[in-house]
C-alpha cells in the first residue's frame, strides 16, 4: 500500500475525551471515528487489523470442528418471549418494530436464534454433538459505553454453540472450546488466563472468562503467579482425544474475576497471589438445558426417550480485542503490534522522495516484498523524515526499513525493529530475505 494514496487520517492532538491508552491511539492513528456514544466506524487501517483477529479466532474455531455459519442482526421477538428472555433482558436490548408494528430486536447475543435453528433441524442423538459460531456484530445498550471499542454499544463477538446429548459429552465439547480458547489468545500474542466465572443458576465448575492483565482492565482478578509462566508451547494436542488433562492444568491454580473471589483461598495463596486488573477478552459458559428445555428443543436419545440437549456457548470479543491487544502493546510513541495481528508486516519510509535513487530503490524493495507475499506499507509521501518516522512508531508496524540517499551511497538501507527499537543497517537483498520469512 502505498501512503499517498491510502486513507490514514492520523492525529497530532490527543483526543481530550479518551481516557485510556488503546482508545487514544486508536483515534490518533486513524483507525477508527465516533458516530455516536459506542459505535464506531472502522477506517481502513483499523479494518484490517479487526479482520486479522477474525482470521485468527476463525482458523481457531475450524480446527476443533465448530462450523462457521452466519446469522441476522434483527431477530424477531417472539423467539426471545419463548425463552423468557424479552422482559428479563431489560434497557440494554434494542427494541425496534418494524413497518408492521412486529417486535424485532437488534440481537446483543444468539442463544435463542441457535436454538430454533437446532430445533428445527436435528431430531436424534446420532447427529450430535454439534458446535456452531459466527462472528456478527451485536448491540447492548450499554449504560456506561467507554474506552473506546472496548466496551462499545455495537460490537464484534464471535459466539459459538454447543449441543450435546448428555453432561459428559457436553464436557468435551467445553473442553475444546477451553484450549481452543488458548491457542487463539496465544496466537494473539496475548497472556490470557482462564479465570473461574459466575456460572449462573445451574452452578458447576464450566464457566470461565479469559482475561488479560491491564491496569484499564474493568474487572478485577485475583490469581495464583505460577499463571504468568504457563503456556501451551509445544504441547501436542489432539483435540479428538482426552482434553481433560491440559484442561485440569489450567484450572489447577486459583484464578478468579470480581464476585467469584474467595478471600479464603486468597489469604491461604500468600505471597503467590497477584491481584490486580484484567480485561474480558473471552467467555466460555455451560448452561445445561436453560434453552432447550424452555424452547423445547429435543432430540430422541440412544433409548428412543426424548432428551432436552445440553448446551453451552462461547464469546470472544473480537472488536474489543483491538483495544486490549494495544492495552497490552503499546509505548509512548504509539502502538506496537504483535506480528500475527498488525495491518501491516513493513513500513518502508522513504526518506527523500525527489532522489530518484531513493525512490527506485524503495519502488524495487516494495515490489519484491509484495511479490514474497510481504504486506508493506510504503511511505512515499513528500513529508519531513520527523514526521514520518512519528506516524511510523504511532501504527506501530513491526518492522521499519528507512531508505535515504546516504546509506544507499554504500548500499545500506535501515532495518528498525519496532518493540525492541534495535536498528541495523543491512544491504538491499538481506533486507529483503530477512523480512520475507
Ligand atoms: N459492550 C461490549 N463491547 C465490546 N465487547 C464486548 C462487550 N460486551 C461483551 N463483549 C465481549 O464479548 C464477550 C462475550 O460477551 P459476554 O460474556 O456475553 O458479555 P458480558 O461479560 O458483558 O456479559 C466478552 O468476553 C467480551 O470480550
Ligand atoms: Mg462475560
Known sequence: MRLSGYFLPTLKETPSDAQIASHRLMLRAGMIRQSSAGIYSWLPLGFRVLKRIEQIVREEQNAIGCHEMLMPTIQPADLWRESGRYDAYGPEMLRISDRHQRDMLYGPTNEEQITEIFRSAVRSYRHLPKLLYHIQWKFRDEVRPRFGVMRGREFLMKDAYSFDADKASARRSYNKMFVSYLRTFERLGLKAIPMRAESGPIGGDMSHEFLILADTGESEIAYHRDFLDMSLAERQIDFEGDLQPIVDDFTAQYAATDVERDPEAEKALGDALITGRGIEVGHIFFFGTKYSKSMDAGVSGPDGDEVFVEMGSYGIGVSRLVGAIIEACHDEAGIVWPESVAPFKVGL??????????????????????????????????????????????????????????????????????KTGEKQEVGLESVLSMLST
Open 349 to 418: 519510509i522513504n526518506l527523500k522522495v525527489d532522489d530518484p535513487d531513493c525512490s527506485a530503490a524503495c519502488e524495487q524493495l516494495y515490489g519484491s516484498l509484495g511479490s514474497n507475499g510481504v504486506d508493506v506499507l510504503y511511505d512515499d509521501r513528500s513529508e519531513r523524515p520527523g514526521v514520518k518516522f512519528a506516524d511510523m512508531d504511532l501504527i506501530g508496524l513491526p518492522w521499519q526499513v528507512v531508505v535515504g540517499p546516504r546509506g544507499l551511497k554504500a548500499g545500506v538501507v535501515e532495518l528498525k525493529s519496532r
